[in-house]
Structure formats: C-alpha cells, structure tokens
C-alpha cells in the first residue's frame, strides 16, 4: 500500500460504530459537511449529493457512475462576468462562486478513491494546479466501504487497489452486520468521525487483525484479472501500429458511456454560455470517443476515424499513463466499462491483447 | 431461434467461400453473461464466432454503410425495416447488401432480468421460451415471454420484409388491438403530469449519446448537437440542453423508427428513450397510416405532400 500525503504522519486507530446510532451520527454531520453517498432509483445507483433528508444506501451492491463527479461534476462553472456595460468590470471573467465548504462522500468504494489519487497526478502537479479540482479535493473527506462480496467484473486486485485498499481515504468502513469497524486514515477522517460523534475505540491490533481477515476472503473472491507486467517493456509504435485495432473497433458505436463511467477518465470541454447580461463558463466532461473532442477550427481532425478513437482511449490509460507517471495503468478494475458498454468492448481483453503483444516482423 | 445459427453459420460460410460478399455482419459472443458484440466476418474459418440468441439487442443496420463491396448482414425483423429504410433513404443501394433474415421471437430485457438478483449474474442460458439465469445467491427459470423487451412486447414484425435469405422458418406474427397502450397512457395525464413524466425520465441522461449511436437512423455526418459553428445547442447537463437534445432526436426519427430498442438497450443509465419516438410512431400511423420499412417504393409521409394530409392543425 501507498500511503497518500494526507495519510503521511498519522497513527491511525479503529472505532466502532453501532449501525443504531449511523444514522444521527451522519445526521450530525450535516451541520458541517455536505454529504454525496450511493443513492438508488429506478434507474441504478449514483453517487450523489445527499438531499437533508436522504441517507447514503450503504447496501447497495454497484454503483453506474463512480464518485469522480464529488469533485469533478459533469458540468462546473468556474468563471463568470458580467456583460452590463455601465459596469466597471464587464467583460472580465472571474472565479464563479462555487461552494467550497466541508464535503464528506460515504460508502464510496476503495476502488473509487485510488482512482481520485490516479486523477490528482493530472489535475495537481508541481507545474499546474487545477483550482476547481484541488479547492474540492482539499475540503472532502473519504469514506470508503470495504467490499466484501466484490462481482465478477471487479479485477481490482491485478491493476494495484482491491476492496479493502486503504489508498487516498481517510476512512474505511467494514460492515459487521449490526456495526461498522472503522478504520480511521488520516487527520480528516478523525475530525469527520469526531463530528458524527463516533468514538468508540476499537482494541488496534483485534481491529487489524480482522481486517486483514476481510481483506483476504474478499481478494480471495476476485477471479477477474489482467495482465499489465509487460505492458511498460512496450514501445509506444509497435502498439499504436498493432494489428488488432480495426477488429476491436469494429462494434463500438463511438458513444461517450466508457469514458463517463469511468472513475478515471478526467478529460474535458470548455464551453462558453451567456444568459441575459451575465456570462458564464463551463466545464464539462468530455470524451475521446467524440469525433469533436480533436476536431481543430480548421474542420481538419487528426483522430478524425473510429478505429484511431478507440485505440487512443485504450493507449492512454494503458501505456501513456503508465509512461508518463509510472503509477500503474489509468484503470483501477472497477468494470464498470465492461458492464455499461453497449457493444461489449472489454477493457479486460484490450489489456490482455495488448499486454501480450509482440511485434511480427 | 436455438438452431438458426446453424444456418446462418452455414449460409456465411458459403457467401465467403464463393467470394458473393466481402465480410457477414453479425453478432459475436460476449465476454459477460447476456452481452453480445457485433462482429464482421471476412473469413470462411470465422464464421463460427457467430452467434444468436435472445440477447441481440442492437440494431445491425447501424453498422452497414455505403461502401465499394457487398456486405452481408444478420437481420430480426426490426433491423431488416432499417436496411429498408436505409435503402429508401438511399444510404445504401439493394444490390450492394446480401440479407440473411431471422425471423425473431423477441429480446430479452436484460435490465428486467437483472433487475431480480441482487448481486450480479454469472450464467445466462436459454431453451427456447426458456431461460435459466443464475448468480452466486441463486439460480432462476423465467419465462422469455414475460421478461421481453418492451419494443419486443409489442413488434407487430417479427418477421423480415426483405431478404435474400431466411436463417429459420417465418414465426406467426402478434396481432394487437392497440399498439400502442403505453402511448395512450402518457397522454392521458395532464399537462403537468406529462412534463414531469419527461423530466423525470431524462433526469439521469448523461449525455454519452448511446442512444443516438446506436441509431441506425441517426447517421448525418454532424449530428446538430455535435455542430459547432453555428452551436445549437448547450453541452452541459442544463435540463433544457439535455432535453432539447432528447426532444429533437426524437422528432428526427419521426415516420422513420421502427422502434427496434437499440436505444434502450445501449443507454447506459437505464433511460426508457422509447417513451419519444413511440409517441411520433402512434402519430405517424394515425395520421399518414403509415409504418416505417415496410415498403421500399413508396415515400415516407415526411418526405411528401399529398393533398388529403391531415392540416388540423391549422387554426
């Protein structure tokens, strides 16, 4: 395990949290945090901002959209101007007003945490500091549930996280039936459970044992998995010139939904809105299947066909990113992917293709 | 249903081996329990990558396009009225597609089935109106019939219109005294009801597009959400952005949908997108008697003017 920064320098302990008092105790810290958790409808589960009168479902068993959007959403205003001309500062465009008060996501999974770390090595570096991002991630708490019965589309534990992996929370929850065993990570998620009025001290080393315990039977329990040892030893041109490209291109219809399901994927757009005299600008996600994504001003597009869009999505989070940072490959086996794409096209595969490839000369 | 993949395995072997077509586009075996992937076969050894079963959703119009040789392509019903539609919207020319039918018995909707297990299915199999499905917790007998699709439920043209080849024997089609009773429910609400039945269906779009790209009717090169100079329309999650788009398509696909589900079934975020078009579709029929890809001579009623079109709604 990596320890994060924000984990660097802390003794972490465990409490224990009566599933009776979950409730009043999340309650609580509604004062203080604005709260996003699992929450089903008709149509799936989303993790979403909590309405004062919705609690997170801590049940749930998967979740559509990961919880990129707590600190990314789909569409962001980050500037704003007015266009009143007897204004003395029309036309300039300045930081929008965005809430950046506490914010705490529950139950998200482990898996969806290491993918925030994934996204901070591109949206906070030492060059470049991506305001709206970091102001968010800087306010928001993690608190992750430990996935006891991970699906067969879950191949976590062969790309470097699994459902008890503690990277970037600052709290991991293990459901005990009529308690949760929390394992409290870093400073924040002390002053998160402190909040919640959660702290029964749990005996450290029963507690550590027990997870180990969990964490074992559940990567047990993974048969899912991929193949990444050989994909660094790759050149950049032998995969791009593969000969597979064109058959694994062939079903995909070119929609966004791999990208936006995605707890990784953290391209976007920027558009340009006025309403009345105010203007506005946004962000929003954007996705590489898109055509327009790389269309220049020109009309000219230099990823202008199908095949060039998928093996681009593929070739960044499998062999960019992992040359770029060294941190792994920009998946972090959540399977989401390979459940909602609507023509099948299985990152697994792609990973395992392009791992084993070999040059013919 | 269970043998027809015998045949239509056999008939690609020999358009391939005779050198009648360049590839057969059909569908693959999915690497996940009831997923199926389009596939296009140019070689003979291939073809028994093949497969067809209950879980073929998508829509294989969508992928045939203008081109210099001839394809073949695996139809149901539904797909065959869109290579018709295809062929009247001069998209493709008859002579250039070889058309191996499947007379269908209907989808499944996997959402419905899945929908039943808590956790996530691990086997899906079928017999016939039998299908077995299973999960770690448990395993379940359904009926297909009742877990159809809801454009399935109720297709009126199960059986291909035009073709060069059938993979099984023509199935008896449904007769229905309406066609439409999920239509007629959405109009009976008032107008607020209406609305927020709208609103609240597109309320989990995304935006991904699944629904239009798995269209066979949405093929203009530059789709108008996708135009940028000039913009029509707002990119971000705004309601009246996401809902223009949703109302526009729709209306794009007026007295051209066949309603085949692609829509639904590649939708990611479970969005019924069918509550749209099958509005226009009950329209089309009422006003014009008209259903899309039946007939390869006559023009859609959007394309043309007659004298005795309905004009009530000039006041």
Known sequence: ??????????????????????????????????????????????????????????????????????????????????????????????????????????????????????????????????????????????????????????????????????????????????????????????AFAITCGFDTMADEKESQVLFDILRKEAEKNITSRVEINKLKDKTILDLHEADFWDDLAFSCINCGTCTYVCPTCWCFDIQDEARQKQAFRFRNWDTCMSPLFTRHATGHNPRGTKVQR???????????????????????????CVKSCPVNIDIREVCNMMNAYEKQN | MNTCIKKIRELSADLLEKGEVEKVIGFAKGTIPMATSPIAIQKKQDVNKLVFNSTCGLNLANYVSKGKGKIAVVTKGCDDRNIVTHIVENQI???????????????????????????????????????????????????????????????????????????????????????????????????????NHFENLTKNCIRCYACRNACPLCYCPTCFVDESDPQWVGKGQDKTDVNTFHFLRAFHCAGRCTDCGACVEACPMGINVRDFTRKLNKDVLQLFGWEAGLDMIKRPPLDTYRPEDPDDFIK
């Open chain 1, 1 to 190: 395990m990596i320890l994060s920064n924000k984990q660097k320098g802390y003794t972490m302990k465990f409490i224990t949290i009566d599933k009776n008092n979950w409730t009043k105790g999340i309650d609580k810290s509604r004062e203080t945090y604005q709260l996003f958790g699992p929450v089903k409808d008709e149509n799936g589960c989303l993790i979403k901002k909590l309405d004062s009168d919705v609690q997170p479902d801590m049940g749930y068993y998967e979740s559509v959209m990961s919880a990129k959007s707590v600190l990314f959403p789909q569409t962001e205003k980050i500037l704003s101007a007015s266009l009143d001309e007897s204004l003395e500062d029309h036309h300039i465009m300045k930081r929008a007003e965005n809430d950046y008060s506490p914010r705490a996501v529950l139950g998200i999974r482990p898996y969806d945490a290491k993918a925030i770390a994934l996204v901070k090595l591109n949206f906070d570096t030492k060059e470049f500091q991506d305001p709206y991002w970091c102001d968010a991630y800087d306010v928001t708490v993690f608190v992750g549930l430990g996935i006891t019965r991970p699906g067969p589309f879950d191949f976590s534990t062969s790309v470097g996280t699994g459902p008890f992996c503690e990277d970037d929370l600052d709290i991991l929850l293990a459901d005990l039936d009529d308690h949760y065993l929390a394992k409290i990570l870093t400073p924040k998620g002390d």
């Open chain 1, 310 to 336: 998928v093996r681009q999505r593929f070739m960044h989070k499998l062999k960019y990113f992992l040359d770029k940072y060294d941190q792994g490959i920009m998946c972090v086996g959540c399977g989401r």
């Open chain 2, 93 to 195: 020319q008859r002579d250039q597609i070889y058309i191996i039918g499947v007379p269908c018995t209907g989808m499944v909707d996997k959402p419905k089935i899945a929908a039943l297990f808590e956790d996530e299915i691990l086997e899906f199999s079928e017999d016939n109106d039998t299908l077995t499905v299973s999960s770690l917790l448990k395993t379940q007998t359904l009926k297909k019939q009742d877990y159809l699709k809801g454009n399935c439920f109720y297709c009126t043209h199960k059986n291909p219109v035009l073709y060069d080849v059938l993979a099984a024997d023509l199935v008896e089609e449904q007769k229905l005294d309406n066609l439409f009773p999920d239509v007629d429910q959405i109009e009976t609400l008032d107008e607020d009801a209406k609305w």
